[in-house]
């Protein structure tokens, strides 16, 4: 079983809003773990978008704006990026990832499709 | 404005060893905040952490590609390497290489290394 699991895919209409899942491997808690979201879009490399630990422990990336936001649903054991107020320009690809046994892992991405 | 930009062969024979530069503008590379890190990414697939290394010189690699990479640092250039030995097709990917902070704040474009003969 992956360290992180996320949905392949999500689709999402213009104006709404997106909640994107990160779910850690069973026996590892995610109360524990900062989760740190990235954006791909097509051609290009990843950017940062904010990491998310508890609401008093977070980090917005640098010119990322505020409708991206993280949380933790620790009843599913997992991340979550909620992206509000969808615009087109936020159809890419997205990661999380963790800081897990001594490296990074990274989930296997979420293809959102704004439409 | 942190600037990171890789460089290497795009071509490389299956069996032989992968070798990438990635040159570090608008910061330090010696500074023990920050980590230096390579990630790849095969066409139409996820992301993949190769390992990392530290202004000081201190490492961490991916269980996955442990017995065959070596990460290193040129402070006198400003720029770190990555060194994967014995590649097959499968390291055929967009290698990125990136500066670790509170996250992977700064990534380079992305190098594409081919493996085949």
């Known amino acids: 079983q992956a360290v992180l699991t996320q949905p392949s895919s999500l689709s999402a209409s213009p104006g709404a809003s997106a909640s994107l899942t990160c779910t850690l491997r069973?026996?590892?808690?995610?109360?524990?773990?900062?989760i740190y979201w990235y954006q791909q879009k097509p051609g290009s490399p990843p950017q940062f978008l904010l990491k998310?630990?508890?609401?008093?422990?977070?980090?917005?990336g640098s010119g990322v704006p505020s409708r991206f936001s993280g949380s933790k649903d620790a009843s599913a054991n997992a991340g979550i990026l909620l992206i509000s107020g969808l615009q087109s320009e936020d159809e890419a690809d997205y990661y999380c990832?963790?800081?897990?046994?001594?490296?990074?892992?990274f989930g296997g991405g979420t293809k959102l499709t704004v439409l | 404005q942190v600037q990171l930009q890789e460089s290497g062969p795009g071509l490389v024979k299956p069996s032989q060893t992968l070798s990438l530069t990635c040159a570090v503008s608008?910061?330090?590379?010696?500074?023990?905040?920050?980590?230096w890190t390579w990630i790849r990414q095969p066409a139409g697939k996820g992301l993949e952490w190769i390992g990392r290394?530290?202004?000081?010189?201190?490492?961490n690699y991916s269980p996955s590609f442990q017995s065959r990479v070596t990460i290193s640092v040129d402070a006198s250039k400003n720029q770190f390497s990555l060194e994967l030995t014995s590649v097959t097709a499968a390291d055929t990917a967009v290698y990125y290489c990136?500066?670790?902070?509170?996250?992977?704040?700064?990534w380079g474009q992305g190098a594409l290394v081919t493996v085949s003969s």
């Open positions: 990136a500066r670790d902070y509170w996250g992977l704040e700064y």
């Open positions: 608008g910061d330090s590379i010696s500074s023990a905040s920050y980590y």
């Open positions: 290394i530290s202004g000081t010189g201190s490492t």
């Open positions: 069973s026996g590892i808690n995610v109360d524990t773990y900062k």
């Open positions: 998310y630990k508890s609401d008093s422990d977070k980090q917005q």
């Open positions: 990832t963790i800081w897990h046994s001594g490296g990074v892992v």
